[in-house]
């Protein structure tokens, strides 16, 4: 078995669950588990401000209670202000990045909160939503255990729109739109998706006031859209960086697959969190007015993924979560099977389903996305 002093990194989108299993591994003994790393908040923390928001006063349905979520922090406080090492560009403006890419400010801050944990006798975990686009980069430089959540693409972008507190879009809706505009080779994406162009110029505060300003008042398929782009890249780009990939859908409703993801972490990093109260929200009952299939095959038309999610060297996990996701919310008058058919016939294209050999949808749905690769 490894040694737990391995580094773990957690990498999820956000409202992924990704809080619920840190706050898992944060319950363990020996451990120092990092919330949100690479969040901009981070630039501007103190010993007081640490210590201030917590689960319960967040607002954001978060487990955890009164446990300020920046607790383990307090080992890396720069006495200035901040972190030591940590720059808020980091956040988003380095989601991108290619494995062999160097970045010597990013790596020291890291390496600065490895040598505080372990200076300490504890195994650094580090959870965040902003580390999918730099996953390899990750993988690359501090080796590790890399555990990949996924969820029901349709509910994760629902979560985000119920968080809305007037008709405007949400900070994380921003951050999608900021990173489809910076996506490597995506400008013709962007504009396509989004009427507009963007520079990139600026502060990440400065870049996310430019979108809110044009987009503000951008129907919601505009929005989603633009989170499955990113979604879609992201996991493509992360998902070969996976030592584990959690379905956190089924994590909520089948306890036997929690007891093998808990054995599969054990395998891998020598810890062994606790899944057994996990549950799933409900599903939202506000449901905007997205035609989704229309709006998801366009998006797969425009970024030419229909190989990347049905063809041979697709990774399962994409095919299970879009195909059922969109058939959940998309109304048939007929059975299961062809529901799931109309779903993916809208999605990536009659054509491409015909393609698809019902046997081999078969085994790649029986496969447990909590094996390790």
């Known amino acids: ?96 990045i290619e494995p062999e890419a160097s970045d010597l400010a990013q790596q020291a801050y890291l390496e600065g909160l490895v040598e505080a944990a372990r200076t300490r006798g504890e195994t650094p975990i580090f959870a965040c939503c902003r580390t999918l686009g730099r996953a390899g980069w990750l993988r690359r430089r501090f080796g590790g255990f890399h555990v990949m959540l996924v969820r029901d693409p349709v509910q994760q972008w629902l979560s985000f729109y119920s968080l809305r507190r007037r008709p405007r879009p949400t900070y994380f809706e921003l951050c999608h739109y900021v990173l489809l505009s910076e996506m490597a080779g995506g400008d013709d994406l962007s504009h396509a998706l989004l009427g507009h162009r963007f520079d990139g110029a600026g502060t990440l505060e400065e870049r996310l006031a430019a979108v809110r300003g044009k987009l503000k008042r951008a129907p919601a398929s505009v929005s989603f859209q633009a989170f499955l782009a990113v979604w879609l890249r992201s996991y493509l780009k992360a998902l070969p960086e996976a030592d584990l990939v959690v379905d956190v859908d089924r994590l909520a409703r089948d306890q036997a697959y929690a007891r093998e993801v808990e054995a599969a972490i054990q395998a891998g990093c020598g810890l062994k969190p606790d899944f057994s109260d996990c549950r799933a929200p409900a599903p939202h009952g506000i449901v905007p007015p997205v035609q989704w299939r229309k709006a998801a095959r366009e998006v797969v038309d425009l970024m030419d993924l229909h190989e990347a999610i049905v063809g041979p060297q697709a990774p399962p996990i994409l095919f299970r979560k879009l195909a059922p996701a969109f058939a959940a919310v998309t109304p048939a008058p007929v059975g299961p099977i062809m529901k799931l058919g109309e779903a993916l016939g809208g999605l990536i294209g009659g054509e491409a389903v015909t393609r698809a050999p019902a046997k081999a949808y078969a085994a790649t749905a029986a496969r447990t996305d909590g094996s390790r690769r």
Do not use: I
């Not at 809080?19 to 007081?48: C, D, I, K, M, N």
């Open 1 to 96: 078995m490894p040694s737990p002093t391995t580094t773990v990194f957690v990498h999820s989108g956000w409202r992924c669950s990704s809080t619920y299993v840190w706050h898992r591994f944060r319950a363990l003994a020996g451990v120092r588990a990092y919330y949100e790393p690479w969040h901009e908040q981070l630039a501007r923390v103190s010993a007081e401000t640490l210590r201030a928001e917590t689960p319960d006063n967040s607002g954001l349905r978060h487990p955890g209670g009164t446990e300020p979520y920046l607790k383990e922090f307090e080992v890396a406080l720069d006495p200035a202000g901040g972190l030591r090492n940590f720059d808020p560009s980091f956040a988003l403006d380095r989601f991108w």
